[in-house]
């Protein structure tokens, strides 16, 4: 035989074994599943193409492998088993089953391994909500998720999530036993949150300084050094402030204050609207 017939014959062999191959792999939606097959590491589109977790997959040709059944759960604890476990703190949701997620330890993760400590996308969560601890397994590439780290003490997840909802600021939280980690968490959780983006935070700033005089914003736009404020009165009489963004001092209180509208913050113009006459 040739060595071209030779070379023929052990491709018509390997594309053989290639086809006749299933494998254990985790899927995210709209990815692709690996396996090593004689040495080398095979890349496949999974059909159907949506699938989302772990599965049996069957290679159907050189670019698509085929799910035959979802792997059950002691098989996906074997597969995990052989890479290094880590314990995270969830933060939110990405898309799909996949969270992002900031490790417990900081001093942990740069002992075990190389890149630095940053936010984590973890693959194929399947339970645990924000600021609850898991265990993840990282397998030199993607982090995937292993079960809910039931050590973990569920009072803080309690605590940062009290807190959520009190839109209490960063600069503000303080409880016992809390960590830099645990802050990092909760600042990644609240940039998602509508109530802490800067828009409605600076709104909060000035609905409450209109608030403790006696008024009601309306509105409010970013006018780059100071906000142009919309709001009224108790009697409900509308105007239209320009105010300082650093201390809320008056720039222009929209009637003429005989050149003083700096020697008042928001709070007071209030009380000078209501009583200018």
Not at 5 to 18: C, F, Y
Not at 129 to 157: H, L, T
Not at 189 to 209: C, I, M, N, Y
Request: glycine share 8%; aromatic share 10%.
């Amino acid at each position: 035989m040739t060595n071209i017939g030779k070379l023929l014959e052990q491709l018509a062999r390997e594309e053989q074994q290639l086809r006749s191959t299933q494998f254990l792999a985790p899927c995210v939606k709209g990815g692709r599943v690996r396996t090593r097959v004689g040495g080398m590491v095979c890349t496949f589109a999974p059909q159907p193409r949506q699938f989302e977790g772990w599965g049996i997959f069957q290679v159907q040709t050189a670019r698509i492998a085929a799910l035959v059944e979802e792997a059950d759960v002691f098989q996906v604890a074997e597969y995990l088993e052989r890479f290094p476990r880590f314990r995270l703190r969830l933060a939110y949701r990405l898309r799909g089953q996949t969270w992002l997620a900031y490790p417990v330890s900081e001093a942990d993760v740069r002992q075990r391994i190389s890149g630095g400590v940053r936010p984590i996308p973890v693959h194929l969560v399947t339970e645990g909500s924000a600021f609850e601890v898991i265990a993840a397994r990282f397998d030199g590439q993607a982090w995937w998720f292993d079960q809910i780290d039931r050590r973990a003490d569920p009072e803080v997840a309690d605590l940062l999530k009290a807190q959520l909802t009190q839109l209490t600021e960063i600069e503000a939280l303080r409880f016992p036993g809390i960590t830099p980690e645990m802050r990092v968490a909760y600042d990644l959780v609240s940039q998602q949150t509508e109530g802490f983006s800067p828009f409605h935070r600076d709104g909060r700033r000035l609905k409450d300084a209109l608030q403790v005089g006696g008024g009601e914003l309306q509105q409010f736009q970013d006018r780059g050094e100071y906000w142009m404020v919309e709001w009224t009165t108790a009697e409900g009489d509308r105007h239209t402030s320009a105010i300082a963004k650093n201390d809320l001092t008056v720039i222009s209180s929209g009637i003429c204050l005989s050149g003083r509208d700096r020697d008042f913050d928001l709070q007071s113009l209030v009380g000078v609207m209501e009583n200018r006459d």
